[in-house]
């Protein structure tokens, strides 16, 4: 079915500021696996590349934090992650660092290819400025008020309250995080990749030749070229990355974003000296998988770097997933909410395939999808202990046990028999077709279909019943149940490799050749298998109510911090106070603002007039469910513009420690316009 030579694939590099996570997992790193093992079972040349993405904002803030260099940081986390994979099975050709000296020249040439080419614009821009630091701050090293929930504590790049994106100059009362003052602005220059000079290219690339691509990925990709796209910076002022190699361009640094996509290349070149046979010869494609908050980078920004460079291909698909969530919310390493790797591997030692089993079984690969333990719990139990591993020890068992692990020949088929072998043919056939086309899950349920075939075909035929009445027929059972069982330890490979070296070390077989999938004679009359040994073994409820355990006191933690974390403001006068309206009114009106999670639009009856409030409340509340609820507002707040709606006035509500939100309601029904005092 591939019509290339050979294939590159990459993976998204995680961040060397903490470890990686089931997320990182089931969105990446374990499809890519499961592809690039599939591939190198058909005997395809693939090379698999990862690394850590170890510059940018996030890495300097810990460093920070810690009071320890950005290098410190990376070099602890790098080592973690790659001894996590590589603990987990993720089969990587090369996992590498972006901080390599490799990596350095590679950036610095692309970059010095492309400002030779005149493909940059460069321009000067104000942004702000730490006059007590003597530094440029990036966005994330600035907060203030969110002007549109007003919650304190946003982001110059984005109000994790209430999810709008920010530009740094929206914040009110911004102060930089570095040293604590009110920065200023200041002209700074600035290297910029048109994206709109691509826009063209872009859309006969993906959308008129890419039609093929998952929904997700052309939907996302069509949506920003449609919206019409805009020069990038390429470069930004910090003293952590890659030097921008041109003069005038001191304490300037490649933005992280064009300087990780170049890291796949360098790690290709670490692995082999000929790293250009796959990046550039029309005869290598290369695929990019990633999770969906990178699909811009690799479907549009990083095409335009290569398209512009003018020597690479250009990915050939980028089957990206969707993410992952934890027991119904959001993975947040911030919160410490997450599954992460290198505790699973000490808490379910030389189990790292049920996880595996698990995330690609879950996998988020065209919606978010949801991990809870229980679910862990119950598909080890009943179907990796209950049907894979049950049949395979039933045939090893009764083969060791009928004929001294040697395999019988088979007599006489009957129609029964035929269909069953006729029916691993065809499984096997639609497990290749699902990897062909990027649908693990599918593919995986084909897989386990094979074994759950195996499983009815002993309930069907009961060899143990008549071992003594027709022992010629037993002969062929279990001919036919070890044909099976040789050919689980081949499509499971892919997905749980682990898993099957031992069924093929059973079988007394190599494993690692696709081409032998669906042979309904793979075991020769006469060949010897080995010993049986158990798969899997049940997971028990004490267990699972550990990693239970362990997630309640997180969000407990949370809890308590969030509510003991928020200081006291400055002491405000009585006059200051007593400036504030704050008048009891009843919601007539409530709807959902398009686009938007947080946000509802209110018609309020405050007992002046009827006006329309944007609350940040709908995650918590839905419409038709706070009609005709009385709330305090201050109703002489200036007009503000949020979503293109005209906001007049502010809902006051009480924030628990979990951070639900409650109306500040009065205990019994008031008249409209009543004073809070």
Same mark, same amino acid.
């Given at each position: 079915?591939?019509?290339?030579?050979?294939?590159?694939?990459?993976t998204?590099?995680?961040?060397?500021?903490?470890p990686?996570?089931i997320?990182?997992?089931?969105?990446?790193?374990?499809p890519?696996?499961v592809?690039?093992?599939?591939?190198r079972?058909?005997?395809?040349?693939?090379?698999?590349?990862?690394?850590?993405?170890?510059?940018?904002?996030?890495?300097?803030l810990?460093?920070?934090?810690e009071?320890?260099?950005?290098?410190?940081i990376?070099?602890?986390?790098?080592?973690?992650?790659?001894?996590?994979?590589e603990?987990?099975?993720i089969?990587?050709?090369?996992?590498?660092?972006?901080?390599?000296?490799?990596?350095?020249?590679?950036?610095?040439?692309?970059?010095?290819?492309?400002y030779?080419?005149g493909?940059?614009?460069? *321009?000067?821009?104000?942004q702000?400025?730490?006059?007590?630091?003597?530094?440029?701050?990036?966005?994330?090293? +600035?907060?203030?008020?969110?002007?549109?929930?007003?919650?304190?504590?946003?982001?110059?790049?984005?109000?994790?309250?209430?999810?709008?994106?920010?530009?740094?100059?929206?914040?009110?009362?911004?102060?930089?995080?570095?040293s604590?003052? /009110?920065?200023?602005?200041?002209?700074?220059?600035?290297?910029y990749?048109?994206?709109?000079?691509?826009?063209a290219?872009l859309?006969?690339?993906?959308?008129?030749?890419h039609?093929?691509?998952?929904?997700? /990925?052309?939907? &996302?990709?069509?949506?920003?070229i449609?919206?019409?796209?805009?020069?990038?910076? /390429?470069?930004?002022?910090?003293?952590?990355g890659?030097?921008?190699?041109?003069?005038?361009?001191?304490?300037?640094?490649?933005?992280?974003?064009? =300087?990780?996509?170049?890291?796949y290349?360098?790690?290709?070149?670490e692995?082999?000296?000929?790293?250009?046979?796959?990046?550039?010869?029309?005869?290598?494609?290369?695929?990019?998988?990633i999770?969906?908050?990178?699909?811009?980078?690799?479907?549009?920004v990083?095409?335009?770097?290569?398209?512009?460079?003018?020597?690479?291909?250009?990915?050939?698909?980028v089957?990206?997933?969707?993410?992952?969530?934890?027991e119904?919310d959001?993975?947040?390493?911030?919160?410490?909410?997450?599954?992460?790797?290198?505790?699973? !591997?000490?808490?379910?030692?030389?189990? &790292?395939?049920?996880l595996?089993?698990?995330?690609?079984?879950?996998?988020?690969?065209?919606?978010?999808?949801?991990?809870?333990?229980?679910?862990?719990?119950?598909?080890?139990?009943?179907?990796?202990?209950?049907?894979?591993?049950?049949?395979?020890?039933?045939?090893?068992?009764?083969? &060791?046990?009928?004929?001294?692990?040697?395999?019988?020949?088979?007599?006489?088929?009957e129609?029964?028999?035929?269909?069953?072998?006729?029916e691993?043919?065809?499984?096997?056939?639609?497990?290749?077709?699902?990897?062909?086309?990027? *649908?693990?899950?599918d593919?995986?349920?084909e897989?386990?279909?094979?074994?759950r075939?195996?499983?009815?075909?002993?309930? =069907?035929t009961?060899?143990?019943?008549?071992?003594?009445?027709?022992?010629?027929?037993?002969?062929?059972?279990?001919?036919?149940s !070890?044909?099976?069982?040789?050919?689980?330890?081949?499509?499971?490979?892919?997905?749980?490799?682990?898993?099957?070296?031992?069924?093929?070390?059973?079988?007394?077989?190599?494993?690692?050749?696709?081409?032998?999938?669906?042979?309904?004679?793979?075991?020769?009359?006469?060949?010897?298998?080995?010993?049986?040994?158990?798969?899997?073994e *049940?997971?028990?409820?004490?267990?699972?109510?550990v990693?239970?355990?362990?997630?309640?006191?997180?969000?407990?933690?949370?809890?308590?911090?969030?509510?003991?974390?928020?200081? !006291?403001? =400055?002491?405000?006068?009585f006059?200051?106070?007593?400036?504030?309206?704050?008048?009891?009114?009843? +919601?007539?009106?409530?709807?959902?603002v398009?686009k938007? *999670?947080?946000?509802?639009?209110?018609?309020?009856?405050?007992?002046i007039?009827?006006?329309?409030?944007?609350?940040?409340?709908?995650?918590?509340?839905?419409?038709?469910d706070?009609?005709g609820?009385?709330?305090?507002?201050?109703?002489?707040?200036?007009?503000?513009?949020?979503?293109?709606i005209?906001?007049?006035g502010?809902?006051?509500?009480?924030?628990?420690?979990?951070?639900?939100?409650?109306? /500040?309601?009065p205990?019994?029904?008031? +008249?409209?316009?009543?004073?809070?005092?």
């Amino acid at each position: 079915m591939n019509k290339y030579k050979r294939t590159i694939v990459t993976t998204a590099l995680p961040y060397a500021n903490g470890p990686v996570h089931i997320g990182h997992l089931a969105g990446v790193y374990v499809p890519a696996d499961v592809y690039v093992r599939y591939l190198r079972s058909k005997g395809e040349d693939v090379l698999l590349i990862g690394g850590s993405d170890e510059h940018g904002v996030p890495i300097t803030l810990k460093a920070k934090n810690e009071g320890v260099t950005p290098q410190d940081i990376v070099d602890r986390y790098h080592n973690i992650i790659k001894k996590s994979f590589e603990e987990f099975g993720i089969s990587f050709d090369i996992y590498s660092r972006t901080t390599t000296e490799t990596h350095y020249r590679t950036a610095s040439d692309f970059f010095k290819t492309l400002y030779e080419k005149g493909e940059f614009i460069e *321009k000067e821009s104000e942004q702000y400025y730490d006059e007590e630091a003597k530094q440029f701050l990036a966005d994330r090293y +600035i907060t203030g008020t969110c002007p549109h929930c007003h919650k304190e504590g946003a982001y110059g790049d984005q109000c994790e309250s209430c999810g709008t994106s920010l530009n740094a100059t929206d914040l009110i009362n911004p102060k930089s995080m570095v040293s604590g003052s /009110v920065p200023v602005m200041k002209t700074t220059k600035h290297w910029y990749l048109p994206l709109d000079k691509y826009e063209a290219f872009l859309k006969k690339w993906i959308l008129e030749d890419h039609k093929e691509w998952k929904a997700n /990925v052309y939907g &996302q990709c069509k949506s920003w070229i449609d919206q019409g796209l805009q020069p990038r910076a /390429v470069s930004r002022d910090l003293d952590w990355g890659v030097p921008v190699p041109v003069k005038g361009a001191e304490g300037k640094v490649l933005y992280v974003w064009f =300087d990780a996509p170049i890291g796949y290349i360098s790690a290709t070149k670490e692995l082999t000296p000929e790293w250009e046979k796959y990046w550039k010869d029309p005869e290598s494609r290369l695929l990019h998988f990633i999770g969906k908050d990178n699909i811009v980078f690799h479907c549009i920004v990083f095409p335009s770097m290569l398209k512009a460079e003018g020597s690479y291909n250009l990915p050939e698909n980028v089957p990206a997933n969707e993410f992952l969530n934890l027991e119904g919310d959001k993975i947040s390493t911030s919160r410490n909410w997450a599954v992460w790797l290198h505790e699973y !591997l000490i808490d379910f030692k030389d189990k &790292q395939d049920i996880l595996r089993y698990v995330l690609t079984a879950t996998a988020p690969e065209t919606k978010d999808n949801d991990f809870t333990w229980k679910e862990f719990q119950a598909r080890n139990n009943n179907e990796l202990v209950a049907v894979l591993g049950n049949f395979v020890n039933r045939v090893v068992v009764l083969t &060791q046990k009928y004929y001294s692990g040697v395999v019988p020949s088979k007599s006489i088929l009957e129609d029964f028999d035929t269909r069953v072998l006729n029916e691993i043919v065809d499984i096997v056939k639609r497990v290749e077709v699902s990897l062909e086309h990027f *649908k693990f899950r599918d593919a995986l349920k084909e897989a386990m279909n094979l074994a759950r075939l195996g499983n009815k075909y002993l309930a =069907d035929t009961e060899p143990w019943k008549i071992i003594k009445s027709d022992e010629e027929r037993v002969k062929t059972i279990m001919n036919i149940s !070890l044909q099976i069982t040789a050919n689980l330890a081949i499509v499971f490979n892919p997905f749980l490799p682990f898993t099957s070296l031992k069924i093929a070390s059973m079988m007394n077989i190599d494993n690692s050749k696709w081409i032998n999938v669906g042979e309904i004679d793979m075991l020769a009359p006469g060949h010897v298998i080995g010993t049986p040994e158990l798969l899997f073994e *049940k997971i028990e409820d004490e267990q699972i109510q550990v990693q239970l355990d362990r997630l309640a006191s997180t969000k407990n933690f949370n809890a308590m911090s969030s509510k003991v974390a928020v200081p !006291l403001k =400055d002491d405000v006068t009585f006059d200051e106070f007593s400036k504030m309206d704050i008048r009891i009114g009843t +919601i007539l009106e409530a709807e959902k603002v398009a686009k938007t *999670k947080k946000l509802l639009k209110l018609l309020v009856d405050t007992g002046i007039d009827k006006r329309t409030v944007v609350s940040g409340i709908a995650e918590f509340f839905e419409p038709e469910d706070i009609i005709g609820k009385q709330v305090s507002m201050i109703v002489n707040l200036a007009p503000r513009n949020i979503k293109g709606i005209e906001s007049r006035g502010m809902i006051l509500m009480a924030e628990d420690a979990d951070g639900s939100l409650t109306f /500040v309601s009065p205990l019994k029904k008031v +008249i409209n316009g009543s004073e809070v005092r």
